[in-house]
């Protein structure tokens, strides 16, 4: 059963759409990546929709992403090295969480897909 909308619901989410657009719109951040239609392949090919370019990076956010596709954040710090994941959004202030969670994938590649890191957590959870 599909649940229905409130007059108010349906402003509040057209409003908080529009304020998110403009956001994105009068962002600083860096959208010239050479490996970005690398990441868009790689996102296709796990089919993972990637961030969009105007969001900042944040811990938070960060650990939401990596969550998302099973990979835990010592990984993350094993491969890129301690501190790199608290200090990514401070050390580059230009970056979007776009091209992070890029870095992510490519990452995830490297040591063997997600396919790989999801079939790890299976075998925890069934273990």
């Known amino acids: 059963m599909k649940r229905t909308f409130t007059p108010e619901e349906q402003a509040k989410a057209q409003e908080t ?11 600083t951040l860096r959208q010239d990546f050479l490996d970005a ?11 993972i929709r990637l961030p969009a370019w105007g969001i900042a990076p944040t811990v938070s956010n960060m650990r939401t ?6 990979i835990k954040q010592s990984e993350y ?11 990514f959004p401070t050390m580059n202030p230009e970056w979007p969480l ?6 992510v994938l490519e990452m995830a590649e490297d040591i063997g ?8 957590i299976n075998c925890h959870f069934l273990s």
Do not use: C, T
């Not at 759409?17 to 962002?27: D, G, I, N, Y």
């Open 17 to 27: 759409r529009r304020l998110h657009k403009l956001a994105r719109q009068v962002s």
């Open 37 to 47: 239609p690398y990441w868009l392949e790689l996102g296709r090919k796990y089919n």
């Open 65 to 70: 992403w990596l969550h998302r596709v099973g």
């Open 77 to 87: 710090e094993d491969y890129y090295g301690k501190g790199n994941f608290a200090n």
């Open 98 to 103: 776009r091209a992070w969670f890029g870095l």
């Open 113 to 120: 897909g997600l396919d790989d890191i999801q079939n790890r």
